[in-house]
């Protein structure tokens, strides 16, 4: 019988042990189905050497990859909300000095205008949905055996063709094959959306450069793509607010080119999906006077983890 008081005070003790993270992982999970982004497992309870503990850490991962993707969605419906207002002013500003024309033909550049603002709500809104069904539920549910340095290829091919016009030179250096496991035409709209995005700001009689190669420096083998331009590059401070959407380096310039400020965050999403990486850089300017800041062009770098 006195063996039997130590065994119960254990029993009790384990029995608090673990109902107490238990009841508190279901009341944390209770508030964060009723809107509390900011609930979290406590420190103790995530040191756990157990499941328990397995599972108090998955909960805090999830709550603030929760809370990442929400942020980022509002963030995002705030920067629509405030693209589509602008060209919807204007449209009615045309619209509205078009009235006041007493002939039609005074009123064809007002109607003209509004015509265009037309074409850039429907261009923005079509770029949305694209965004929205490249997620990364596209990539696992369709992942195949992808040769990048070919893909590469065909999408200079085609900036070489585009780029005539401009009396741009394409040149590549790639090399081959470059295996990773993904969603083919993802992976290509990516490179190409960085490959326009060269096209549209390099200057006419200069060149794009295009490089592919292995990197096994890291924990992981890595492809490495480059896409380098002669264009003026951007302020330093703005490198890394290039992928968000919406953003741009110069608003007037981005118009007149027809941007609308959502490519590169599509190569972010498309590339983060794969479990790769997209930075971009100034190349710096080789300036014989030696002062700093010049730039003599932008390099974007894509790594996407290679097929094992």
Not at 86 to 115: C, F, H, K, V, W
Request: proline letters at 4%; glycine letters at 8%; aromatic letters at 2%.
């Amino acid at each position: 019988m006195d063996a039997l008081v130590p065994t119960a005070i254990g029993c009790l003790f384990l029995s608090r042990l673990f109902t107490g993270t238990i009841s508190r992982l279901t009341r944390n999970t209770i508030r964060l189905a009723s809107g509390d982004l900011e609930v979290r497992m406590t420190a103790k309870d995530c040191l756990r050497g157990d499941e328990i503990g397995a599972m108090s850490r998955g909960f805090n991962l999830m709550t603030e990859r929760l809370a990442r993707q929400i942020e980022g969605e509002r963030r995002l419906l705030g920067d629509i909300s405030h693209e589509l207002r602008s060209p919807l002013a204007r449209m009615g500003m045309a619209l509205a000095l078009a009235r006041r024309q007493e002939t039609i033909g005074n009123a064809l550049p007002y109607l003209d205008r509004a015509d265009r603002e037309v074409e850039r709500m429907s261009e923005l809104i079509g770029v949305l949905l694209t965004q929205a069904r490249n997620s990364i539920r596209a990539v696992e549910e369709s992942r195949d055996s992808v040769d990048l340095a070919e893909l590469v290829q065909e999408v200079a091919e085609d900036a070489r063709f585009e780029g005539a016009t401009k009396g741009l030179r394409i040149e590549t250096c790639l090399s081959g094959p470059l295996p990773v496991l993904g969603h083919r035409q993802l992976l290509r709209r990516a490179i190409e959306n960085v490959v326009r995005n060269a096209l549209r700001h390099t200057p006419p009689q200069s060149r794009i450069f295009i490089k592919t190669c292995s990197d096994h420096t890291g924990k992981h083998r890595e492809a490495v793509i480059s896409i380098s331009d002669q264009g003026p590059g951007v302020p330093d401070s703005s490198l890394s607010l290039l992928f968000r959407p919406f953003y741009r380096v110069d608003e007037a310039r981005d118009r007149d080119s027809g941007g609308v400020g959502l490519g590169l965050s599509l190569v972010e999403q498309a590339v983060q999906a794969h479990g790769g990486t997209v930075e971009a850089q100034n190349i710096p300017a080789a300036d014989p006077e030696g002062r700093t800041g010049t730039s003599a062009g932008l390099m974007v770098i894509l790594r996407l983890p290679l097929e094992s």
